[in-house]
T-cell receptor, first 113, second 110 residues
Framework: NAGVMQNPRHLVRRRGQEARLRCSPM?????VYWYRQLPEEGLKFMVY????????ESGMPKERFSAEFPKEGPSILRIQQVVRGDSAAYFC???????????FGQGTRLTVV | DAKTTQPPSMDCAEGRAANLPCNHS???????VYWYRQIHSQGPQYIIH???NNETNEMASLIITEDRKSSTLILPHATLRDTAVYYC???????????FGSGTQLTVLP
């Protein structure tokens, strides 16, 4: 799944700092999904975006988390004032449309110290 | 999306076929069966999906029962690199997300 690029692969933040996670979808894909995997748990959907639009954010925590997918550039998942409970692997997936299988990136592993 | 039930773990000898079952008794007519796998905390990898006909690609075969209440993913010649957690997911065609369960930890033994 090298086509979906996420960076950084590993990110360490102190409590209270901001974390920015980037996702460049596969070429030709305009649909982006973010998932979170807490330690020893399954993947949980967070948010679904198309270019410049948030389509479904039903899985996003109500506070401190936001996502965007601008017209130009990667999708960004932003976590403000991180806490230890935010430590997890964050995966991005992309697809060319809503009805096609999604392909995942290798994830960003966030550690909050 | 319909709920799926998978065994928590399975072993398979290297070179043999791995048959991973999945029950989805509440599946609706417009819901597809998807299979993904996750190798040691890497990003999930798409394997295959189907609606009601059996499907085959370069990675695996998907056998869906006639009543669509269960399916089996077949890896014809398992290798050590197939050791992973395999997720069976039922998803409506119009659904916006994948709902991952606990999956099956497949261990391929030398």
């Amino acid at each position: 799944n090298a086509g979906v690029m996420q960076n950084p692969r590993h990110l360490v933040r102190r409590r209270g700092q901001e974390a920015r996670l980037r996702c460049s979808p596969m070429k030709g894909h305009s649909h982006v999904y973010w998932y979170r995997q807490l330690p020893e748990e399954g993947l949980k959907f967070m948010v679904y975006l198309q270019k410049e639009n948030i389509i479904d954010e039903s899985g996003m925590p109500k506070e401190r988390f936001s996502a965007e997918f601008p017209k130009e550039g990667p999708s960004i998942l932003r976590i403000q004032q991180v806490v230890r409970g935010d430590s997890a692997a964050y995966f991005c997936a992309s697809s060319p449309d809503q009805n096609t299988e999604a392909f995942f990136g290798q994830g960003t592993r966030l550690t909050v110290v | 999306d319909a709920k799926t039930t998978q065994p928590p773990s399975m072993d398979c000898a290297e070179g043999r076929a791995a048959n991973l079952p999945c029950n989805h008794s509440t599946i609706s007519g417009n819901e597809y069966v998807y299979w993904y796998r996750q190798i040691h905390s890497q990003g999930p990898q798409y394997i295959i999906h189907g609606l009601k006909n059996n499907e085959t690609n370069e990675m695996a075969s998907l056998i869906i029962t006639e009543d669509r209440k269960s399916s089996t993913l077949i890896l014809p010649h398992a290798t050590l690199r197939d050791t992973a957690v395999y997720y069976c997911i039922v998803r409506a065609g119009s659904a916006r997300q994948l709902t991952f369960g606990s999956g099956t930890q497949l261990t391929v033994l030398p």
